[in-house]
């Protein structure tokens, strides 16, 4: 163990030097960060995309679902109950990592998971009254 300095002498400290260095992700050359912000926006209008689209089938299946089982409300709680189970299984078989959520965040997430539910229900509840799926 060092003896601590004297009053009159700094304490002497062991200096290490480190320098960053950029990683290249593949082996051509670096991308610009002007052509990676312009691939990130591509990525995000093709996900915008397809959620459109997805959306688009989920109302189409959820109207002809409704034709013929004209309950909107079991349909929400069946699609939910699905989601559900999906989601536990592939928390037990570590498909999925489970996310830990604390009391704060649980409180600021389950106003938006309500509104999230209501929002599917009233949507099943027009496609069942309405005879078009434009909403």
């Known amino acids: 163990m060092q003896s601590p300095a004297p009053a009159n002498q700094e304490p002497e400290f ?32 093709i996900l915008i995309g397809l959620w459109y689209l997805f959306n ?31 989601v536990m299984i592939m928390w037990t078989f570590n498909l999925y990592k489970r996310p830990k959520i604390s009391g704060a965040q649980l409180a600021a997430i389950l106003p938006l998971a309500l509104v999230h539910t209501l929002g599917n229900l009233f949507t099943n509840l027009s496609l069942g009254k309405v005879a078009c799926f434009i909403h």
Do not use: H
Not at 24 to 43: F, I, R, W, Y
Not at 58 to 86: D, E, R, S
């Open 14 to 45: 062991e200096c290490v030097m480190v320098r960053a260095t950029s990683v290249q992700e593949s082996a051509g050359a670096a991308e610009s960060p002007k052509s990676k912000s312009a691939e990130d926006t591509l990525v995000l209008g």
């Open 56 to 86: 688009i089938y989920f109302n189409i299946y959820n109207k002809q679902v409704l034709k013929v089982f004209p309950y909107p409300l079991t349909v929400t709680l069946v699609q939910f109950a699905v989601g559900t189970v999906l």
